[in-house]
């Protein structure tokens, strides 16, 4: 019988810290990637590179969110540019639903603007979790509908000023 030496890799650790947010322990996510960057501070612990990207990332955040751990999601979107990696449109709606989930409607609202700033198009999950944490902020008193075209039409005005800030 043959041995097989199996060594974790960027796509295991990814594997790994995406299912523990979806068994809603963040904590465990947030070893796994940590010990991603002890390994990379260690090369000899592993002959792979271990190097977190965008999609470890993303799954660290989202396993944040369903954790309802608002600050460390935003602390690891500040890791990322810190690590020279760019947030994708997952990583900014993992964060937007982290800080919807934490009643931090000024929060989202800036990722939001922060996303356009870095020319990402938001998504309806974008505009989906910001609606909802301004509602979660009693910011707004109209009904989902009209907020969404609020929404919209914040978008459309930023887009045309060029003001990167959006209210509620």
């Known amino acids: ?3 097989a030496k199996l060594e974790p890799d960027v796509i295991s650790y990814s594997a790994g810290i995406s299912a523990c947010a979806k068994g809603e322990q963040w904590q465990r996510a947030l070893a ?11 090369p000899d612990m592993w002959e792979a590179k271990l190097e977190p990207d965008v999609i ?5 955040i989202s396993a944040c969110e369903k954790g309802e751990q608002w600050q460390r ?5 500040s890791e990322m540019w810190e690590a020279k990696l760019e947030p994708d449109v997952i990583s900014y709606n993992a ?4 800080c919807e989930k934490g009643e931090q409607w ?12 870095a020319k990402l ?5 974008s505009y989906s979790a910001g609606i909802s944490a301004c509602e979660k902020g009693e910011q707004w008193h109209w009904s989902p509908t009209s907020s969404a075209t609020a929404l ?15 209210r509620c």
């Open 95 to 98: 964060g937007i639903s982290a």
């Open 73 to 77: 999601a935003l602390a690891l979107l």
């Open 32 to 42: 796994l990637l940590s010990e991603m960057w002890e390994a990379k501070l260690e």
């Open 121 to 125: 198009e938001p998504d309806v999950i």
């Open 1 to 3: 019988m043959w041995e």
């Open 152 to 166: 919209g039409s914040a978008h459309a005005r930023r887009a045309s000023s060029g003001s990167g800030r959006l």
């Open 106 to 117: 000024q929060r989202a609202l800036a990722l939001l603007s922060e996303m356009w700033e």
């Open 56 to 60: 470890t990332y993303s799954a660290g």
